[in-house]
Nanobody
C-alpha cells in the first residue's frame, strides 16, 4: 500500500511564498503523474497543477505564472512552489499520485494525501 506524506502548509501573508512537498512512500515501481488539488468549504475539489513522469505540466488558469510544480522521480516526490499568494488561494491542498504501479506487471492505482491547510491572510 502507498501513502502520500504532505508538508509545507501553513499561514502566510498576501504576496508571500510557500512551498509544498509530497512524498509517496511504499513499494512503488512507477507513477504516471503527480499533482496538487485544493478545496474550500462548499466547493468541489479543483485541480491546481499536475506533472507527468516525463515532466509535462498543467496548471489551473488561476495559478499560472505564480505557482510552479516540479517532481523528483527518484524520490517519488512532488513539489509546489507558490509565489505571490492571494487570499483566494486559501484552501486545503491535496496531493495526488495517479497511475501508481507496485510492480512492472501490476495494476495501476490512484492515491490521495490527507490534505494540508494553506491560509493566506494578513
Amino acid at each position: 500500500q502507498v501513502q502520500l506524506v504532505e508538508s509545507g502548509g501553513g499561514l502566510v501573508q498576501p504576496g508571500g511564498s510557500l512551498r509544498l512537498s509530497c512524498a509517496a512512500s511504499g513499494t512503488i515501481f512507477s507513477i504516471n503523474a503527480m499533482g496538487w488539488y485544493r478545496q474550500t468549504p462548499g466547493k468541489q475539489r479543483e485541480l491546481v497543477a499536475t506533472i507527468t513522469s516525463g515532466g509535462t505540466t498543467n496548471y489551473a488558469d488561476s495559478v499560472k505564472g505564480r505557482f510552479t510544480i516540479s517532481r523528483d522521480n527518484a524520490k517519488n516526490t512532488v513539489y509546489l512552489q507558490m509565489n505571490t499568494l492571494k487570499p483566494e488561494d486559501t484552501a486545503v491542498y491535496y496531493c495526488n499520485a495517479d497511475g501508481v504501479r507496485l510492480r512492472s506487471w501490476g495494476a495501476r492505482y490512484d492515491y490521495w494525501g490527507q490534505g494540508t491547510q494553506v491560509t493566506v491572510s494578513s
